[in-house]
């Protein structure tokens, strides 16, 4: 159901009774019948449907019958639609709107007309014809109707025409071009590839995923996919990476591309998919776990060390030379480094699991203590390490900082600090505040006092503080710090613990 102000197609939001409680409906099928302005005609018709104004359906029909404006026209027939069974007087006008020039229209007397019992079926030549239309806000209409009604290959090429579009239009294009190449229709797969293989900067992570999905395997698909590793956009050649995981075995023969992006490419999600889909393959990858293991030990991110870590695991005893590497990282101080270790070495080295298990229970690290009553240690470690920080957030055995990272596509990095020892970087999401701190200028000292006091500031004196937050604050005034005391509120204090706003929830 689609709401219209003028001929161009507007996002339909959804209304409140309320909002329209100071209309009277008479006054609103005054304007619908008499306003010169079709703007004016055109929200009056879609506010009846809102408001549940039945007795609007006579001066709805009419406008949908009469009036030469394909605003008016469209909203009238969602106003009917939105009517349900008080528009059932209106099924012929909405059937004879079937034909109008304007898709909108058509659309939504479509519609209305299945709300009223008209099954799909009797309705699918109208789309078809919507299909064939040079706009693209036609066509999505018809997308929508037919993503899963005709052969994929009849809509495939109207989605993906119009997923360019901008906004609504764009937006419903794509998610009806992810329904029909989501049913794995083999006919579709020859314009997919030649698409792939031709894609001049488009964003084709929807089809990549695809075609990695189809079961069996696209065998054909694996050297187009692989052509597309060496991509720098993250989107592109993560989803390639992703998607020859997915054919298992049936990308084997290009596991040499795989094991390349997994040793140069830049983008850390990449070689962090490439990993994965090394594992994925299984025991026939077993020549690349020299690769794996070389990745597992010096790779700067964690997230691909862990991942060639578990493709290791998934070699099972065929990567026997990869134990020595394995034993290491079970000391890593990176807890999911040691987890990932732990399970890798319980398939290639099944005989011992009791003797992997307490090596890695042995170099868990512990904090001593809680950080809210001493950060001494953290103030001494974090700065040499950190310089500089957008947001630290401390929690009783750990704490997060997240820092400038000009090798993360966001340009952040997040860092775990636990017992004296500082893991990371793993990505983190970009953030509009772009307000940066010292921590060698912060004073660590006074976080215990600000502990204290939050609670009673908050009313609560017994409330337990969740955690301590270092940053621009609330609208990224000024760095300070916010003490979050569960289930009671924040407490702003500035960075010399003066204290700030009082923030009860």
């Known amino acids: 159901m689609r709401r219209f102000t003028s001929a161009s197609l507007v996002l339909a939001l959804s209304i409140s009774f309320a909002a329209f409680a100071a209309n009277d409906a008479q006054k609103l099928m005054k304007t619908l019948a008499t306003d010169r302005d079709p703007n004016a005609r055109a929200e009056a018709a879609w506010d009846l449907g809102q408001m549940g104004a039945a007795e609007a359906v006579p001066a709805l029909i009419k406008a949908l019958d009469d009036d030469r404006s394909p605003a008016v026209r469209a909203n009238a027939a969602a106003a009917l639609w939105h009517l349900g069974e008080a528009s059932r007087p209106a099924i012929e006008s909405l059937t004879n709107a079937l034909d109008d ?223 020595p590497m394995l034993r290491d990282a079970l000391k890593s101080p990176d807890d999911w480094m040691r987890l990932a270790a732990r399970n890798a070495l319980f398939r290639v080295e099944p005989g011992a699991r009791e003797e992997v298990s307490k090596i890695a229970d042995e170099h868990q690290v512990e904090e001593k203590g809680s950080l809210f009553d001493d950060l001494s240690q953290l103030a001494s470690t974090l700065p040499a390490r950190l310089p500089e920080v957008y947001e630290l957030i401390i929690y009783d055995k750990f704490a997060m900082a997240t820092v400038p990272q000009s090798d993360s596509p966001s340009g952040r990095g997040k860092y775990t600090y636990k017992a004296g020892t500082v893991t990371g970087p793993e990505e983190a999401t970009s953030d509009d505040c772009t307000k940066k701190q010292a921590l060698a200028k912060v004073d660590f000292s006074i976080v215990p006092k600000l502990v204290k006091q939050a609670p009673g500031l908050l009313g609560a004196p017994s409330g337990k503080v969740s955690h301590v937050q270092l940053s621009g604050g609330v609208f990224c005034r000024s760095i300070g710090w916010l003490v979050f005391v569960e289930n009671a509120g924040f407490v702003e204090f500035r960075l010399d613990g003066k204290q700030g706003k009082v923030q009860k929830f």
Not at 183 to 198: A, C, F, G, K, Y
Not at 212 to 221: H, L, Q, T
Not at 229 to 254: F, H, W
Request: aromatic residues 2%; glycine residues 6%.
């Open 101 to 323: 020039h304007y898709g909108p229209v058509a659309g939504n007397a479509a519609g209305a007309l299945m709300k009223l019992g008209t099954p799909k079926s009797k309705l699918v030549h109208v789309y078809r014809r919507l299909l064939e239309s040079p706009e693209c806000e036609d066509r999505v209409i018809a997308l929508k109707a037919l993503a899963t009604e005709v052969p994929a290959v009849e809509l495939f090429g109207a989605a993906w025409e119009c997923s360019t579009e901008p906004e609504d239009v764009g937006s419903e294009s794509r998610e009806a071009l992810r329904k029909i190449v989501g049913r794995r229709d083999r006919s579709l797969v020859p314009r997919i590839l030649d698409i792939l293989q031709s894609s001049r900067g488009r964003d084709v992570s929807t089809l990549i995923r695809a075609i990695g999905s189809y079961e069996p395997p696209v065998k054909e698909a694996a050297p187009v996919l692989a052509s597309l590793l060496t991509a720098r956009d993250e989107s592109t050649s993560s989803a390639a990476a992703s998607a020859l995981g997915d054919m298992k075995t049936a990308a084997l023969p290009v596991l040499p591309d795989l094991v390349k992006c997994l040793q140069s490419h830049p983008q850390n999600k990449t070689r962090e998919d490439a990993a994965e889909a090394i594992g994925e393959i299984g025991p026939k990858a077993s020549s690349a776990v020299p690769a794996l293991v070389k990745a597992a030990q010096n790779d700067k991110w964690p997230s691909v060390r862990k991942a060639a870590v578990t493709a290791i695991g998934e070699m099972g005893t065929s990567a026997h030379d990869a134990i």
